[in-house]
Nanobody, 119 residues
């Protein structure tokens, strides 16, 4: 299973970006999908997550500005980021909990995409 993230870049404060992450490979189903971020010198932190039933969870710092969504037919998770702030600058990683055809569950990570917000 591979996760391919895209959509990062450089944007001015107040701007927006949309991240996408698509899963490919041989698996049975995807449960929770999420986005994490890691800024230099900081630990990786949860930004947002969405369950297979559509329930969402957001970090307090992004509530009201970021929206996570998923397209199960495309095995893809999105993160719409509005009103971006310089403190949102980080490498963003997608994460998916996957049920394999073998019956085992595995956690997968994308390689990360850089988001830089200039002031």
């Amino acid at each position: 299973v591979q996760l391919q993230a895209s959509g990062g870049g450089l944007v001015q404060a107040g701007g927006f970006l949309r991240l996408s992450c698509a899963a490919s490979g041989n698996f049975f189903s995807i449960h929770t999908m999420g986005w994490y971020r890691q800024a230099p010198g900081n630990q990786r932190e949860l930004v947002a997550a969405i369950t297979s039933g559509g329930s969402t969870n957001y970090a307090d710092s992004v509530k009201g500005r970021f929206t996570i969504s998923r397209d199960n037919a495309k095995n893809t998770v999105y993160l719409q980021m509005n009103s971006l702030k310089p403190e949102d600058t980080a490498v963003y990683y997608c994460n998916m909990g996957v049920s394999l055809v073998t019956g085992y569950g595995m956690d997968y990570w994308g390689k990360g995409t850089q988001v830089t917000v200039s002031s």
